[in-house]
């Protein structure tokens, strides 16, 4: 259900400008559950299908740790650094898909 639940959130927080060329396929692993979707054209599409194969896979602790930082509750690089979360895939990734649900756990961008 808190899957489920996670995945409505980042349905309505989807910010397509941030999903600018990109065309992937993401698995967000947390627990023995997961969320499978494609990111392409500037939209999201969700799919309960397994037989996908993502470019990206990023674990998670638990539901509470992927909510936390995909909405922007949690540090991402202390998370990280932790193990609460991790990547299997292009770990760069991991900053576009907070940018594309507007998680404010980014470090800022320097400027100069």
Request: hydrophobic share 50%; aromatic share 14%; proline share 4%.
């Amino acid at each position: 259900m808190a899957l489920r639940a996670l995945q409505s959130h980042l349905e309505r927080t989807f910010f397509a400008p941030a999903s600018q060329g990109m065309d992937a396929i993401i698995r967000l692993a947390i627990d023995d559950e997961e969320l499978i979707f494609e990111i392409s054209e500037e939209q999201i599409r969700f799919y309960d299908a397994t037989t996908l194969v993502p470019d990206a896979t990023f674990y998670f602790e638990d539901v509470d740790i992927a909510w936390a930082l995909l909405s922007g509750q949690a540090d991402a690089i202390g998370a990280f650094m932790e193990g609460r979360f991790r990547a299997d895939g292009y770990l760069m990734w991991a900053f576009t898909m907070m940018a594309m649900f507007q998680s404010s756990s980014l470090p800022e961008t320097p400027t100069e």
